[in-house]
C-alpha cells in the first residue's frame, strides 16, 4: 500500500510542477540601464510581451533587479531563466535621489525584440526628460487615487 501512496505522491508533484519547463520558448536577456549616460544604481526593468494576431496570450512578464553597476539579468519563470521570445513593451522602475519618496515608473515607447537562440543585450538608455515624464506620470496617478 505504501507503494501506492509513494507513487500517486510522485505523479501529483511531476503533473503540478511541470518538471521546471516553461510553456514558452525563453532566451537570455541583459543589459544595463542608463540616464543621461550615467549608470542607474538601483531600480527593476519589467519586459512585457506585446500582443499580436498570433499570440494573444502574451505569458507572464520577465523581471530583472537593477545592480548597483545598471547591470540586469532578466528571469520570467525563475531568477535569471531570461525572457519569453517575442516582442517586448519595457519598463524601468526606481527611486532617484532627490526624488519624493514614491516609485519612478518609466514606460519606454522604444519596442524591444527578444531572439530565440540568441543572449541579448540590450543598452537601455534614458534622459532626465525620461524620469521627469514618469516622474509626472506617476504624481498624476497617485492624485486620481486620492493620495
Same mark, same amino acid.
Request: net charge negative; hydrophobic share 35%.
Given at each position: 500500500?505504501?507503494?501506492? %501512496?509513494?507513487?500517486?505522491?510522485? #505523479?501529483?508533484? @511531476?503533473?503540478?510542477?511541470?518538471?521546471? +519547463? +516553461? *510553456?514558452? *520558448? @525563453?532566451?537570455?536577456?541583459?543589459?544595463?540601464?542608463?540616464?543621461?549616460? /550615467?549608470?542607474? +544604481?538601483?531600480?527593476?526593468?519589467?519586459? %512585457?510581451?506585446?500582443?499580436?494576431?498570433?499570440?494573444?496570450?502574451?505569458?507572464?512578464?520577465?523581471?530583472? &533587479?537593477?545592480? +548597483?553597476?545598471?547591470?540586469?539579468? #532578466?528571469?520570467?519563470?525563475?531568477?535569471?531563466?531570461?525572457?519569453?521570445?517575442?516582442? !517586448? !513593451?519595457?519598463?524601468?522602475?526606481? /527611486? #532617484?535621489?532627490? /526624488?519624493?519618496?514614491? @516609485?519612478?515608473?518609466?514606460? #519606454?515607447? %522604444?519596442?524591444?525584440?527578444?531572439?530565440?537562440?540568441?543572449?541579448?543585450?540590450? &543598452?537601455?538608455? @534614458?534622459?532626465? &526628460?525620461?524620469?521627469? =515624464?514618469?516622474?509626472?506620470?506617476? =504624481?498624476?496617478? /497617485? &492624485?486620481? %487615487?486620492?493620495?
Amino acid at each position: 500500500m505504501t507503494n501506492y %501512496r509513494v507513487t500517486y505522491w510522485l #505523479l501529483f508533484c @511531476l503533473i503540478f510542477t511541470g518538471c521546471n +519547463s +516553461s *510553456p514558452y *520558448p @525563453l532566451a537570455p536577456v541583459s543589459g544595463t540601464v542608463r540616464v543621461d549616460g /550615467q549608470t542607474l +544604481s538601483g531600480g527593476s526593468v519589467v519586459f %512585457r510581451r506585446i500582443a499580436d494576431d498570433k499570440n494573444k496570450n502574451v505569458g507572464k512578464a520577465g523581471y530583472g &533587479e537593477i545592480k +548597483s553597476d545598471g547591470t540586469f539579468v #532578466l528571469g520570467t519563470f525563475a531568477n535569471t531563466d531570461g525572457g519569453i521570445v517575442g516582442d !517586448h !513593451h519595457v519598463m524601468v522602475n526606481c /527611486q #532617484l535621489e532627490g /526624488q519624493n519618496p514614491s @516609485l519612478v515608473k518609466i514606460g #519606454l515607447e %522604444r519596442k524591444f525584440t527578444v531572439v530565440a537562440g540568441e543572449d541579448n543585450v540590450f &543598452e537601455i538608455d @534614458l534622459t532626465s &526628460e525620461d524620469v521627469a =515624464r514618469g516622474a509626472e506620470n506617476e =504624481r498624476r496617478f /497617485q &492624485e486620481s %487615487r486620492g493620495g
